[in-house]
């Protein structure tokens, strides 16, 4: 029989069949009571799916439905307020059940793989700010989905074949449809038009705004769906409790502008965010056939440099994140977490960048990417950088033979990045410069990103695919080190005085779910002292002249040292002697009353310690969102 036949009998009327034909009476029954339960019950489906999916373990999932109850009805509420428009404007029940299981299935698959990759959530703004770069970012996934999870989200295409087979769908005229879509549409943004309405609807179900305050925790206890929806409620930056510019000025009331030293010779300044530039040999039971950080290591014995651990809002990605705070000496602790922190800066905006232009610097900004990415190409020149060279302008200088191109471990090299550097240090001809750079090579994926291995590494401990990714990595981690080396050798040798600041922006992501580290037992309880070590980079600052590493200084000789990524340039600048903002006292006085400090270390903070975080969040807010009493000073 014909598949046109048999759907044809399938749906001929039970009067028209012959009395006999028992089977061709239930069957389309049976069909259409699924069809309808399926059109009346996707959104629990929907719910079910995503929270499985996100928990990625059976008990952790089953104590979210038995323990947040209220949040648990506040979800199944909103999926089916969504649902309802959803239905109204495509009218046809397979057509809706398709489009919203489907957008639930891509949104779960995409907030899995994200979190595997970086320890990191999806969050509503990244829909806005990858917008356009999926094909830039198709090529970084490369964590295996499970197989019961393939099978929650391609059932959706099932349902939805057979409502449509039921024929279920709402009968209702679009002169209805659509109006109701509205009005159900407007009644929900009604609902939370206001701070105190947003705060009554999330605060009556067990949900809270000062959840995104730390993402694990609300993605933890509230689900993926609370946590994003508190994440939309919360997307603007929140104004601190007892914001205003009494509060901000009084903050800033006893600091004052530094002079620059008698001995600032206004070097040239190159800072260099390296890659995922991170220390392998820190897993334990890891064996290597040489250091992948010899260069490095050997920089940090020279009596003349200061390196340590560098404190970062990074893990396996969110470059842009210690990014924004290196360069502004802001922090994003408070921003919503997971954001472009760029996007909010549209004005002039000062900068660790801005002070050096102003003393008549040239500022430039080197990266072997694409201009668009993390919105740089915007922000930059608003904290003082003037020129910008992208990944087009260092191909330009490849094809009309400048410097040497070429690609590694599927980038730009860390070998080109370097010779870039230089290139437009040495066309410049107006000294002084400060040169901002990010190198590219080593970004992930670390999965067969090289052909050969030099250095042999081994760990019985992991597994053979985590173990894969460990020997990419260090394979282009080395070549981050001899770049370093290079570019260190070049400082060493220049007429100018110059001093080269080089840390890591985060570390790498080993394998999904902490991989590598948790193989190895480089973490294991999540203390701590496992956030520090998953939360620090190497760093190191050298100069071809005498730092002023004194008692006074934040920083000392010798490779035992800590700083936060906001108060690295500061420090940098006490070095050398160059002048330092009011501002930039202030985030002195914070290193004095504890060195380094983020939320993501999970530390507890009191007494002196916590005035300054709060204080920073609240001068961080003036800037990005506020209005600027602290330039008003």
């Not at 009327?13 to 309808?36: E, K, M, N």
């Not at 010899?294 to 404190?311: K, M």
Request: charged share 15%; proline share 5%.
């Amino acid at each position: 029989m014909r598949a046109s036949e048999f759907f044809r009998k399938l749906y001929t009327p039970r009067s028209a069949r012959p009395p006999h034909d028992l089977p061709g009476q239930i069957f389309p029954i049976a069909v259409r009571i699924c069809g309808w339960g399926i059109l009346a019950l996707l959104p629990v489906y929907c719910l079910l799916m995503m929270e499985y999916i996100h928990y990625a373990d059976k008990a952790r999932f089953a104590t979210f439905f038995l323990e947040r109850m209220p949040v648990v009805l506040f979800d199944i509420g909103l999926l089916y307020l969504l649902y309802l428009c959803v239905l109204c404007i495509c009218k046809k029940g397979w057509i809706s059940v398709l489009v919203f299981g489907g957008v639930c299935g891509i949104v779960s698959y995409v907030n899995y793989l994200k979190h595997a990759m970086t320890g990191d959530y999806f969050y509503p703004w990244d829909f806005f700010e990858q917008a356009g770069k999926a094909g830039e970012l198709l090529h970084f996934i490369t964590v295996p989905f499970p197989l019961l999870y393939w099978c929650f989200i391609l059932f959706v295409p099932v349902m939805a074949v057979i409502v449509y087979f039921a024929g279920a769908s709402l009968p209702l005229a679009w002169s209805v449809r659509i109006p109701a879509a509205a009005l159900v549409a407007g009644c929900m943004v009604f609902s939370v038009s206001t701070p105190d309405k947003i705060t009554g609807l999330l605060n009556r179900n067990s949900l809270y705004l000062e959840d995104m305050a730390l993402q694990t925790s609300n993605y933890s206890a509230n689900g993926f769906v609370g946590a994003f929806t508190v994440n939309i409620l919360s997307a603007n930056v929140q104004m601190p409790e007892d914001y205003s510019e009494n509060t901000v000025t009084s903050l800033l009331a006893d600091c004052t502008d530094t002079p620059a030293a008698e001995n600032f010779s206004s070097p040239d300044i190159i800072v260099v965010l390296s890659e995922s530039f991170w220390d392998p040999t820190l897993l334990p039971g890891t064996t290597f056939s040489r250091d992948p950080l010899a260069n490095y290591r050997a920089l940090c014995a020279e009596e003349n440099t200061v390196s340590g651990r560098f404190f970062t809002t990074g893990f396996g990605g969110g470059t842009v994140r210690p990014e924004f705070e290196v360069l502004t000496g802001l922090t994003t602790d408070y921003l919503p977490s997971g954001c472009v922190p760029w996007q909010y800066i549209t004005e002039q905006t000062d900068s660790y960048v801005s002070v050096y232009k102003d003393l008549g610097y040239t500022t430039m900004a080197v990266h072997p990417y694409t201009s668009s990415f993390y919105c740089r190409k915007d922000a930059y020149p608003d904290i003082g950088i003037d020129s910008l060279y992208f990944e087009d302008e260092i191909y330009a200088l490849g094809q009309t033979g400048e410097i040497t191109v070429t690609t590694d471990g599927g980038q730009i090299s860390d070998e080109t990045f370097v010779d870039s550097v230089i290139y437009y240090l040495e066309q410049n001809s107006d000294p002084p410069v400060f040169l901002y750079g990010i190198s590219m090579e080593n970004h992930q994926p670390y999965t067969d990103k090289y052909a050969s291995f030099p250095i042999t590494v081994e760990n019985s401990a992991l597994d053979e695919t985590v173990l894969n990714a460990v020997r990419n990595f260090t394979q282009g981690v080395s070549h981050a080190d001899a770049a370093l080396g290079r570019l260190a050798d070049y400082v060493k040798n220049r007429d100018r005085d110059t001093v080269l600041v080089w840390f890591g922006d985060h570390l790498p992501t080993l394998g999904s779910n902490m991989g590598a580290y948790a193989q190895s037992g480089m973490v294991g309880t999540y203390d701590v002292a496992d956030y520090e070590a998953l939360y620090s980079t190497p760093f190191l600052i050298y100069a071809n002249f005498d730092l002023a590493t004194g008692d006074t200084a934040m920083l000392r000789a010798g490779s035992d040292n800590s700083i936060a990524s906001y108060n690295l340039l500061n420090a940098t600048a006490q070095l050398i002697g160059a002048p330092r903002s009011a501002y930039m006292q202030y985030l002195e006085r914070y290193y004095s009353a504890i060195p380094y400090y983020n939320i993501r270390l999970h530390m507890p903070i009191d007494g002196d310690a916590a005035y300054y975080a709060n204080g920073h969040k609240m001068l961080t807010y003036d800037v990005v969102a506020g209005q600027r009493y602290l330039y008003n000073k």
